[in-house]
């Protein structure tokens, strides 16, 4: 390969790293490794000159939150599992930083964001082949729900999808030719939407939707009436596949009749509705309750649920050690393992994405939109919501964080920083 092509190959990869290895468990871990390295060669050669201003507003939003999970873990109820998640976290705010300096660059940022879109394309069209005949990378599909890449025993595929929908689109969007740019993001959409319904998951459903509503809105802000044709006809398009889901897919009939149940207007409706979630919600508003200031301690929920549990708790384990893995809302998550701090961190952490967003120019928005639908899909309130403080979940968040906060720079090109 000429030698003018290498950076630019290796932005694609900084990009690619961490969605190309999420399903692959030691694989994503030497990716984070990596990137931390990275950035701690990118810091050395920073040293003795101011930092980026996006650089230093990551590292303050980082210290924020890492603050909050160590106040956590001043008395925290499983010390042991608050230390290790404190050691942990250092790795993905560096893995977070490298995205930041490698992206304030707006000569790299194009390659960098294109890179995190192909693993997505590839996975996209892996679980729609097994769609069509079963199979795929990860094995076969399971019972009668997609898994994809992922595997029938981590079914983690439409929520991941739906999160990283955003790279994809935006990405089409921006490749393709003029004249097959919208036949383009109209097969993306499909494909994605699909692939996001048979996956089985409701949180990647509404995830999936919340992508489709902003980034519709976002391309046509100037257009309204353009905006609500094409939202009726994704709307229509998306009720017809689920028809013919429902139709075709048991599985998936299921998960929708038990949606259903939520507007049975009892107790038994709703928690049939939640997949029996409902005692978790409950348990984790007792234990942020209980210690209301800073929580059980980070990653504790595990463990201490059956101190917080009603009796009968059908998430108690036999014997009575541990319950539910987490509390399946971020809020509540934080709330119970971190208190009021942590829900203070996580708020200004929050307003202050916001008011980036609303202070930066066009342009800058444009480069940071799909991260910004990713962060927004991963905390959207409305929803379920995964272990937000699991490695799995910890590298998907400080990547996007460090993509959003590098893409809204302003700074001029032409860096002179070491290309991977």
């Not at 935006?170 to 939407?193: C, D, E, K, N, Y």
């Not at 409950?282 to 595990?302: C, D, K, S, Y």
Request: positive net charge; proline residues 5%; hydrophobic residues 55%.
């Amino acid at each position: 390969m000429p030698a003018h092509q290498r950076p630019a190959l290796g932005d694609l990869l900084i990009g690619a790293a961490i969605p190309l290895t999420l399903p692959f468990g030691i694989a994503l871990e030497m990716a984070l490794l990596c990137l931390a390295i990275y950035a701690l060669r990118l810091l050395w050669r920073q040293r003795g000159r101011p930092w980026p201003n996006a650089l230093r507003e990551y590292f303050v939003l980082a210290l924020l939150l890492w603050l909050a999970g160590a106040i956590s873990a001043i008395d925290a109820e499983h010390p042991g599992r608050a230390l290790a998640w404190l050691g942990a976290a250092i790795g993905y705010v560096l893995a977070g930083a490298a995205l930041v300096m490698v992206c304030d660059d707006p000569d790299r940022r194009g390659a960098v964001l294109l890179g995190a879109a192909v693993p997505v394309a590839c996975w996209t069209l892996d679980a729609t082949l097994q769609a069509v005949t079963g199979w795929s990378l990860g094995g076969a599909a399971s019972a009668d729900r997609l898994s994809g890449v992922f595997g029938a025993d981590d079914l983690k595929l439409g929520p991941v999808l739906a999160l990283l929908a955003p790279f994809l689109l935006i990405a089409t969007q921006q490749i393709s030719a003029r004249r097959s740019r919208r036949f383009a993001l109209i097969v993306s959409g499909l494909a994605l939407t699909l692939v996001v319904l048979l996956a089985g998951a409701r949180a990647g459903w509404i995830g999936l939707a919340v992508v489709g509503l902003a980034l519709s809105a976002h391309w046509q802000a100037h257009q309204p009436r353009r905006w609500l044709l094409a939202l009726t006809a994704g709307l229509l398009v998306t009720l017809l596949l689920t028809g013919l889901a429902y139709q075709q897919s048991e599985r998936f009939a299921a998960r929708i009749d038990r949606t259903l149940t939520a507007f049975d207007g009892n107790r038994k409706g709703l928690d049939h509705a939640l997949a029996g979630r409902l005692p978790i919600f409950e348990t984790a508003v007792t234990a942020a309750r209980a210690h209301p200031l800073n929580g059980i301690g980070v990653r504790g929920f595990r463990q201490s649920y059956p101190r917080y549990a009603a009796s009968g708790d059908p998430w108690v384990s036999p014997d009575g050690q541990t319950g539910a893995s987490h509390p399946h809302h971020w809020v509540l998550e934080v709330a119970a393992e971190q208190g009021a701090i942590g829900l203070l961190a996580w708020l200004l952490l929050t307003g202050w994405l916001i008011h980036r967003w609303w202070r930066a120019d066009t342009s800058a928005r444009s480069a940071a939109l799909a991260p910004a639908l990713a962060l927004l899909t991963l905390l959207f309130p409305l929803n379920t919501h995964p272990a937000l403080y699991s490695s799995f979940w910890q590298a998907l968040c400080w990547w996007c964080l460090g993509l959003y906060l590098g893409c809204l720079s302003t700074r001029a090109g032409t860096s002179t920083e070491p290309q991977a």
